[in-house]
């Protein structure tokens, strides 16, 4: 199996043309990255609600009353951003799906840190399932 790191280098070779630290990738490849990233994004405010609720009622000590706050306030941005998140896939599809967008120069240092944490991720949840593949 190849490593994480020349997987990384096959898919941004693969996905567009590089230049001035950019790669351009299709409107295509920007809303499946889009829509992989909202994907977590649902993942993160459920994690968030379920640690709320796991959190003592009564008693409040310090730590765990501005955890409280913290993460009331985190869930009400989260549950107002997954709305409007879910407008963007919708709109960027249909516009990848017209050509109205067809190519986006995105930071290639950025996605190459973005592409090798979902291999890292891939790697982990392998690790932790007892996957030896």
Known sequence: ????????????????EAGGGHRHLSAREVCWLVDHCTQLSRLRLELLRALQAELPRSGAQDEV?????????????????????????????????????????VDEAGLRSAIQGILDAAAHIRAVAGDKT
């Open 1 to 16: 199996m190849q490593g994480a790191e020349s997987i990384t280098s096959s898919y941004l070779a693969a996905s567009g």
């Open 65 to 105: 009353a501005e955890l409280k706050e913290l993460l009331t306030n985190l869930i009400i941005m989260q549950t107002r951003l997954a709305e409007r998140e879910g407008k963007l896939g919708e709109l960027l599809r249909r516009m990848a799906d017209t050509q109205v967008l067809d190519v986006v120069a």
